[in-house]
């Protein structure tokens, strides 16, 4: 059966490429590994792509989801302390899910930072 999303789950604030690391999934501390993902930023939740943009879409097509990051109550602060890189914040949701989100490019950091943090403070806590 065909599941319609809210209206607003179809709304797309920013999408782009940033530099990825899972670091604790539930709580529980994971092996770092970086990688490059297309990220989509909608009002209550940010999509982790593997593949291109244009693979991503024809993946959807065929039922394959995306890592999904819930934004209700999540927390979003830069975490120098965690990364040799430069430009680096941390997400955490509620479930204990912690995601490093990194951009060699001051400005793209930045305006994501800020997209991201925004669609937080706009949602309720629960
Ligand atoms: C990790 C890898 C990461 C690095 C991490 C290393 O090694 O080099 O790139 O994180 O450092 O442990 P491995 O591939 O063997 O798991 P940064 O690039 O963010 O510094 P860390 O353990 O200090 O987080």
């Known amino acids: 059966k065909e599941v319609i999303p809210p209206l607003e789950q179809l709304m797309v ?11 604790a999934d539930g709580g ?3 092996r770092k ?4 993902s297309w990220i989509v930023l909608s009002s209550r939740k940010l999509e982790f792509y593997k593949e291109s943009k244009q693979q991503a879409l024809s993946n959807a097509k065929s039922g394959h989801k995306p890592e999904s990051v819930d934004l209700c109550g999540a927390h979003i602060e ?3 302390e ?5 430009n680096v914040f941390q997400i955490t949701t ?6 490093l989100l990194q951009s060699d490019i ?5 305006d994501w930072f800020h997209a ?4 937080i403070d706009r949602l309720p806590r629960d």
């Open 13 to 23: 604030e920013k999408e782009g490429y940033l530099q990825k690391a899972k670091i």
């Open 28 to 30: 529980k501390k994971i």
């Open 33 to 36: 590994n970086w990688s490059s």
């Open 78 to 80: 830069w975490a120098k």
């Open 82 to 86: 965690k990364s040799s890189r430069k």
């Open 94 to 99: 509620v479930s204990g899910n912690e995601f």
């Open 106 to 110: 001051d400005f793209i950091i930045l």
């Open 116 to 119: 991201i943090k925004n669609a």
